[in-house]
Protein backbone atom coordinates (compact mmCIF):
# COMPACT_ATOMS: atom_id res chain seq x y z
CA UNK A 1 0.00 0.00 0.00
CA UNK A 2 1.56 3.47 -1.04
CA UNK A 3 0.87 6.48 1.10
CA UNK A 4 -1.95 8.79 -0.15
CA UNK A 5 0.28 11.55 -0.64
CA UNK A 6 1.74 9.64 -3.91
CA UNK A 7 -1.53 9.80 -5.52
CA UNK A 8 -1.87 12.72 -8.54
CA UNK A 9 -4.85 12.48 -9.84
CA UNK A 10 -6.83 16.12 -10.80
CA UNK A 11 -10.17 14.86 -12.47
CA UNK A 12 -11.97 13.22 -10.16
CA UNK A 13 -15.70 12.70 -10.08
CA UNK A 14 -16.85 10.26 -7.94
CA UNK A 15 -16.26 9.42 -4.48
CA UNK A 16 -17.80 6.49 -3.43
CA UNK A 17 -16.99 5.83 0.64
CA UNK A 18 -17.64 3.46 3.32
CA UNK A 19 -19.40 4.81 6.36
CA UNK A 20 -18.35 3.00 9.43
CA UNK A 21 -14.95 3.71 10.80
CA UNK A 22 -14.21 5.61 7.23
CA UNK A 23 -15.99 8.84 7.68
CA UNK A 24 -16.64 8.46 11.23
CA UNK A 25 -14.74 7.91 14.37
CA UNK A 26 -15.57 5.90 17.83
CA UNK A 27 -18.77 6.01 16.47
CA UNK A 28 -20.08 9.21 15.24
CA UNK A 29 -19.74 11.40 12.60
CA UNK A 30 -17.62 13.82 13.27
CA UNK A 31 -17.52 17.53 11.76
CA UNK A 32 -14.46 17.33 9.62
CA UNK A 33 -15.65 14.46 7.88
CA UNK A 34 -19.07 15.66 7.09
CA UNK A 35 -17.78 18.96 6.12
CA UNK A 36 -15.52 17.22 3.35
CA UNK A 37 -18.48 16.14 1.78
CA UNK A 38 -19.69 19.27 1.87
CA UNK A 39 -16.82 20.81 0.02
CA UNK A 40 -16.92 17.81 -2.52
CA UNK A 41 -20.86 18.32 -2.63
CA UNK A 42 -19.80 22.06 -4.16
CA UNK A 43 -17.51 21.25 -6.34
CA UNK A 44 -20.03 19.04 -7.93
CA UNK A 45 -18.55 15.70 -7.23
CA UNK A 46 -20.72 12.64 -6.63
CA UNK A 47 -20.32 11.46 -3.47
CA UNK A 48 -22.10 7.91 -3.02
CA UNK A 49 -21.63 6.11 0.42
CA UNK A 50 -21.49 2.70 -0.14
CA UNK A 51 -22.00 0.62 3.30
CA UNK A 52 -23.12 -1.91 5.38
CA UNK A 53 -25.97 0.00 7.34
CA UNK A 54 -29.39 -0.79 7.51
CA UNK A 55 -32.35 0.74 4.53
CA UNK A 56 -33.74 2.97 7.10
CA UNK A 57 -30.38 4.66 7.64
CA UNK A 58 -30.29 4.72 3.74
CA UNK A 59 -33.67 6.44 3.51
CA UNK A 60 -32.09 9.43 5.92
CA UNK A 61 -29.08 9.46 4.42
CA UNK A 62 -30.39 9.82 0.33
CA UNK A 63 -32.76 12.23 1.61
CA UNK A 64 -30.39 14.61 3.78
CA UNK A 65 -26.35 14.11 2.98
CA UNK A 66 -25.06 15.98 0.40
CA UNK A 67 -24.59 12.58 -1.80
CA UNK A 68 -25.89 11.82 -4.88
CA UNK A 69 -27.40 8.11 -3.49
CA UNK A 70 -26.56 5.85 -1.01
CA UNK A 71 -25.80 2.02 -1.47
CA UNK A 72 -26.67 0.26 1.46
CA UNK A 73 -26.82 -3.13 3.41
CA UNK A 74 -23.68 -4.06 1.02
CA UNK A 75 -24.60 -3.88 -1.95
CA UNK A 76 -28.41 -5.46 -1.91
CA UNK A 77 -29.70 -1.46 -2.84
CA UNK A 78 -29.50 1.91 -3.72
CA UNK A 79 -31.69 5.18 -2.86
CA UNK A 80 -31.40 8.12 -4.51
CA UNK A 81 -33.25 11.53 -3.95
CA UNK A 82 -33.93 14.46 -6.20
CA UNK A 83 -36.38 16.73 -7.84
CA UNK A 84 -38.93 15.75 -4.56
CA UNK A 85 -38.64 11.86 -5.71
CA UNK A 86 -36.85 9.07 -3.52
CA UNK A 87 -35.87 6.30 -5.51
CA UNK A 88 -35.35 2.50 -4.10
CA UNK A 89 -33.78 -0.23 -6.30
CA UNK A 90 -33.46 -3.70 -4.91
CA UNK A 91 -31.89 -6.63 -5.75
CA UNK A 92 -34.65 -8.84 -5.11
CA UNK A 93 -38.87 -9.11 -4.84
CA UNK A 94 -40.74 -8.80 -2.02
CA UNK A 95 -41.57 -12.67 -2.16
CA UNK A 96 -37.67 -13.53 -1.72
CA UNK A 97 -37.12 -10.71 0.88
CA UNK A 98 -39.78 -12.38 3.23
CA UNK A 99 -38.79 -15.91 2.34
CA UNK A 100 -34.85 -15.02 3.03
CA UNK A 101 -36.13 -13.24 6.28
CA UNK A 102 -37.71 -16.82 7.07
CA UNK A 103 -34.18 -18.61 6.81
CA UNK A 104 -31.98 -15.45 8.16
CA UNK A 105 -34.28 -16.02 11.65
CA UNK A 106 -32.91 -19.67 11.74
CA UNK A 107 -29.04 -18.62 11.49
CA UNK A 108 -30.24 -15.83 14.41
CA UNK A 109 -31.58 -18.51 16.83
CA UNK A 110 -28.29 -20.02 15.89
CA UNK A 111 -25.75 -17.82 16.22
CA UNK A 112 -27.36 -16.51 19.83
CA UNK A 113 -26.83 -19.95 21.14
CA UNK A 114 -23.58 -20.87 19.90
CA UNK A 115 -21.65 -17.51 20.04
CA UNK A 116 -21.49 -15.94 23.89
CA UNK A 117 -21.66 -11.97 24.02
CA UNK A 118 -22.55 -11.35 20.38
CA UNK A 119 -26.15 -9.30 19.64
CA UNK A 120 -28.12 -8.53 16.78
CA UNK A 121 -27.02 -4.98 15.97
CA UNK A 122 -29.32 -2.72 17.49
CA UNK A 123 -30.27 -1.37 13.48
CA UNK A 124 -31.77 -4.83 12.56
CA UNK A 125 -35.18 -3.51 12.84
CA UNK A 126 -34.88 -1.55 9.56
CA UNK A 127 -33.30 -3.94 7.94
CA UNK A 128 -34.52 -5.71 4.49
CA UNK A 129 -31.82 -7.84 3.33
CA UNK A 130 -29.48 -8.96 5.46
CA UNK A 131 -28.75 -10.41 9.56
CA UNK A 132 -26.20 -8.05 11.28
CA UNK A 133 -24.64 -9.48 14.56
CA UNK A 134 -22.78 -6.97 16.53
CA UNK A 135 -19.62 -8.12 17.85
CA UNK A 136 -18.33 -4.58 19.06
CA UNK A 137 -20.70 -1.61 17.86
CA UNK A 138 -22.98 -2.12 21.36
CA UNK A 139 -21.42 -5.24 22.67
CA UNK A 140 -17.91 -5.75 24.46
CA UNK A 141 -15.56 -6.59 21.98
CA UNK A 142 -15.28 -10.15 20.74
CA UNK A 143 -12.05 -12.53 20.25
CA UNK A 144 -11.68 -13.06 16.05
CA UNK A 145 -12.59 -16.14 17.39
CA UNK A 146 -15.71 -15.64 17.66
CA UNK A 147 -16.35 -13.40 14.48
CA UNK A 148 -15.29 -16.34 12.88
CA UNK A 149 -17.67 -18.73 14.61
CA UNK A 150 -20.26 -16.30 13.64
CA UNK A 151 -19.18 -16.10 9.55
CA UNK A 152 -18.90 -20.05 9.66
CA UNK A 153 -22.76 -20.42 10.64
CA UNK A 154 -23.48 -18.17 8.25
CA UNK A 155 -21.64 -19.91 5.79
CA UNK A 156 -22.81 -23.73 7.14
CA UNK A 157 -26.17 -22.22 5.57
CA UNK A 158 -25.37 -21.57 2.05
CA UNK A 159 -25.16 -17.59 3.13
CA UNK A 160 -22.62 -14.83 2.11
CA UNK A 161 -20.75 -13.36 5.36
CA UNK A 162 -18.89 -10.03 5.41
CA UNK A 163 -17.03 -9.00 8.29
CA UNK A 164 -16.93 -5.03 9.17
CA UNK A 165 -15.42 -2.94 11.46
CA UNK A 166 -17.90 -3.59 14.10
CA UNK A 167 -20.98 -6.56 12.12
CA UNK A 168 -20.66 -9.43 10.27
CA UNK A 169 -23.36 -9.36 7.71
CA UNK A 170 -25.10 -12.14 6.44
CA UNK A 171 -27.62 -12.13 3.41
CA UNK A 172 -28.64 -14.62 1.25
CA UNK A 173 -27.22 -14.19 -2.66
CA UNK A 174 -23.63 -13.24 -4.08
CA UNK A 175 -24.26 -9.52 -4.01
CA UNK A 176 -21.71 -7.33 -2.68
CA UNK A 177 -20.65 -3.74 -2.59
CA UNK A 178 -18.75 -3.75 -6.18
CA UNK A 179 -21.69 -5.60 -8.06
CA UNK A 180 -23.98 -2.59 -6.92
CA UNK A 181 -21.72 -0.11 -7.54
CA UNK A 182 -21.83 -1.14 -11.46
CA UNK A 183 -25.55 -1.63 -11.24
CA UNK A 184 -26.17 2.31 -9.63
CA UNK A 185 -23.73 3.66 -12.37
CA UNK A 186 -25.27 2.08 -15.29
CA UNK A 187 -29.03 2.95 -14.13
CA UNK A 188 -28.13 6.52 -12.89
CA UNK A 189 -25.36 7.98 -15.34
CA UNK A 190 -25.26 5.35 -17.62
CA UNK A 191 -21.24 4.74 -17.38
CA UNK A 192 -19.31 2.00 -17.00
CA UNK A 193 -17.33 1.46 -14.32
CA UNK A 194 -14.32 0.12 -15.87
CA UNK A 195 -14.07 2.63 -18.26
CA UNK A 196 -14.82 5.53 -16.57
CA UNK A 197 -13.13 4.72 -13.27
CA UNK A 198 -9.90 6.63 -14.00
CA UNK A 199 -12.48 9.64 -12.74
CA UNK A 200 -13.23 7.51 -9.53
CA UNK A 201 -11.94 6.94 -5.55
CA UNK A 202 -13.18 4.31 -3.28
CA UNK A 203 -12.46 5.31 0.45
CA UNK A 204 -13.06 2.11 2.95
CA UNK A 205 -11.55 0.26 6.18
CA UNK A 206 -12.34 -2.86 6.26
CA UNK A 207 -13.26 -6.40 5.22
CA UNK A 208 -16.49 -6.02 3.97
CA UNK A 209 -14.67 -3.39 1.63
CA UNK A 210 -12.36 -5.93 -0.22
CA UNK A 211 -14.44 -6.35 -3.78
CA UNK A 212 -13.79 -2.81 -3.58
CA UNK A 213 -10.57 -2.20 -2.98
CA UNK A 214 -9.55 -4.89 -5.63
CA UNK A 215 -11.61 -3.38 -7.92
CA UNK A 216 -10.62 0.04 -8.12
CA UNK A 217 -7.40 1.03 -9.60
CA UNK A 218 -7.76 4.29 -7.12
CA UNK A 219 -8.46 2.54 -3.93
CA UNK A 220 -7.77 3.89 -0.60
CA UNK A 221 -8.36 2.45 3.04
CA UNK A 222 -7.75 5.15 5.81
CA UNK A 223 -5.05 3.92 8.59
CA UNK A 224 -6.91 1.55 10.48
CA UNK A 225 -7.15 -1.03 7.88
CA UNK A 226 -3.78 -1.74 9.53
CA UNK A 227 -6.35 -3.73 12.16
CA UNK A 228 -7.91 -5.85 8.74
CA UNK A 229 -4.55 -6.18 6.53
CA UNK A 230 -3.86 -9.86 7.13
CA UNK A 231 -7.03 -10.96 6.24
CA UNK A 232 -7.75 -9.24 2.92
CA UNK A 233 -6.67 -10.82 -0.27
CA UNK A 234 -6.82 -7.48 -2.18
CA UNK A 235 -5.88 -4.44 -0.47
CA UNK A 236 -6.30 -1.26 -1.13
CA UNK A 237 -3.75 0.91 -3.45
CA UNK A 238 -3.04 3.82 -1.05
CA UNK A 239 -3.28 4.45 2.44
CA UNK A 240 -4.13 7.19 4.48
CA UNK A 241 -2.06 8.78 7.58
CA UNK A 242 -4.64 9.18 10.01
CA UNK A 243 -7.70 6.93 10.90
CA UNK A 244 -11.60 7.02 10.38
CA UNK A 245 -13.10 10.55 9.76
CA UNK A 246 -9.61 12.36 10.38
CA UNK A 247 -7.97 9.99 7.20
CA UNK A 248 -11.10 10.48 4.71
CA UNK A 249 -10.82 14.23 5.46
CA UNK A 250 -6.60 14.45 4.96
CA UNK A 251 -7.25 12.43 1.79
CA UNK A 252 -9.98 14.83 0.28
CA UNK A 253 -7.61 18.00 1.00
CA UNK A 254 -5.07 16.32 -0.47
CA UNK A 255 -7.51 15.46 -3.99
CA UNK A 256 -8.89 19.20 -3.88
CA UNK A 257 -5.28 20.93 -3.60
MG1 LIG B 1 -16.30 0.43 7.67
Not at 36 to 56: C, E, F, N, Q
Not at 131 to 146: G, Q, R, T, Y
Not at 186 to 215: C, H, R, W
Request: one cysteine or more; glycine letters at 6%; proline letters at 4%.
Amino acid sequence: MDNFKNFENKKIKFVFTDIDDTLTEHGRLPSNSYDSLWKLYDLGIHVIPITGRPAGWCEMIARMWPVSGIIGENGALYFTYKDKQMKRHFVYDNQTIEDNRKKLNIIKEQVLKEVPGCAIASDQFCRLFDLAVDFCEDVPALEKSAVNKIVQIFKTHGATAKVSSIHVNGWFGDYDKLSMCKIFLQKEFQMDLETAQSEMIFVGDSPNDEPMFGYFNNSFAVFNIKEFVNQLEQKPKYITDKTGGSGFTELIDHILK
